[in-house]
């Protein structure tokens, strides 16, 4: 059973950084495809970035490209969500999330972190 926990979240001011962290067990995540998602208070859940685990390819938003970037530690089986240059529109839960194919919705996801960017 996958098993997915988010950690890094809290309170930054606009400009500043914050790393998220998604620690997976459960499986071999090889081939997998690994995804971060945030939801703001009143509004639907979003889609931030992806990364494949085997390829490293990735995927990204356009209100985060370029700001934001999504890697993995094989070793550690974790996936990070660096986030610079924050702005409150950024404020929200993320949620890690996890399927085993890219032509699969996502079906595993983790608690979610709380994310506040003040201004």
């Known amino acids: 059973q996958v098993q997915l926990v988010e950690s890094g979240g809290g309170l930054v001011q606009a400009g500043g950084s914050l790393r998220l962290s998604c620690a997976a067990s459960?499986?071999?995540?090889?081939?997998?495809?690994m995804g971060w998602f945030r939801q703001a208070p009143g509004k639907e859940r979003e889609f931030v970035a992806t990364?494949?685990?085997?390829?490293?390819?990735?995927e990204y938003a356009d209100s985060v490209k370029g700001r934001f970037t999504i890697s993995r530690d094989n070793a550690k089986n974790t996936v990070y969500l660096q986030m610079n240059s924050l702005k409150p529109e950024d404020t929200a839960v993320y949620y890690c999330?996890?399927?085993?194919?890219?032509?699969?919705?996502?079906?595993?996801w983790g608690q979610g972190t709380q994310v506040t960017v003040s201004s």
């Open positions: 999330a996890a399927k085993a194919s890219i032509f699969l919705e996502f079906d595993n």
């Open positions: 459960g499986r071999t995540f090889s081939g997998y495809v």
């Open positions: 990364i494949r685990w085997s390829s490293g390819n990735t």
